[in-house]
T-cell receptor
Framework: GEDVEQSLFLSVREGDSSVINCTYTDSSSTYLYWYKQEPGAGLQLLTY?????DMKQDQRLTVLLNKKDKHLSLRIADTQTGDSAIYFC????????????FGQGTELSVKP | NAGVTQTPKFQVLKTGQSMTLQCAQD?????MSWYRQDPGMGLRLIHY???????DQGEVPNGYNVSRSTTEDFPLRLLSAAPSQTSVYFC????????????FGPGTRLTVL
């Protein structure tokens, strides 16, 4: 079946790196996404990676994909208080018309 | 370009009442979907549509109806609201489907008493 798992909480100090982890079960996923949700707001797409890639870097964000272990991570360098939010990992499933399977979300708390 | 808009932002219903959550996009996207967000459970897909006149069920469709008469609009109907439908509802759209970035609306916070 399709399942995406994330740890629920992460706390870091401002200026440190944050690493948010995600595991998924469906091997037919095509794209894997990271979304950010600030309090009271909708979801904002941060970055995504195609399932045949290992790594993608976008400014302070680095996405690593280990397809063998079905493990995805998001690294935020030089974490700022404005990065405090809930981060969702999601996978899209081949041949299911755009359906996204979301993890539970990881609440990142950045302390000054 | 307004993107994906949702109305209302907040709604309180009594058990048994019906209502329609509105979703519209002005990006000429074919794919639209509805999710609900509950604490500790992430987002779960309710219904989705791959184009005008075509809808399909997602993971948690019971108690909800949808229709897609135009490309722009994808309303979600609650036929007889139940407290279990208290949630935050998000609408999303993308150009054609899973290979395209999905854009989310700001959400509707619904409370059913």
């Amino acid at each position: 079946g399709e399942d995406v798992e994330q740890s629920l909480f992460l706390s870091v100090r401002e200026g440190d790196s944050s690493v948010i982890n995600c595991t998924y079960t469906d091997s037919s996923s095509t794209y894997l996404y990271w979304y950010k949700q600030e309090p009271g707001a909708g979801l904002q797409l941060l970055t995504y990676i195609f399932s045949n890639m290992d790594m993608k870097q976008d400014q302070r964000l680095t996405v690593l994909l280990n397809k063998k272990d079905k493990h995805l991570s998001l690294r935020i360098a030089d974490t700022q208080t404005g990065d405090s939010a809930i981060y969702f990992c999601a996978e899209s499933i081949r041949n299911q018309g755009g359906k996204l399977i979301f993890g539970q979300g990881t609440e990142l708390s950045v302390k000054p | 370009n307004a993107g994906v808009t949702q109305t209302p932002k907040f709604q309180v219903l009594k058990t048994g009442q019906s209502m329609t959550l509105q979703c519209a996009q002005d990006m000429n996207h074919e794919y639209m979907s509805w999710y609900r967000q509950d604490p500790g459970m992430g987002l779960r897909l309710i219904h989705y549509s791959v184009g005008a006149g075509i809808t399909d069920q997602g993971e948690v469709p019971n108690g909800y109806n949808v229709s897609r008469s135009t490309t722009e609009d994808f309303p979600l109907r609650l036929l007889s609201a139940a407290p279990s439908q208290t949630s935050v509802y998000f609408c999303a759209s993308s150009l054609t489907g899973y290979t395209d970035t999905q854009y989310f609306g700001p959400g509707t916070r619904l409370t059913v008493l």
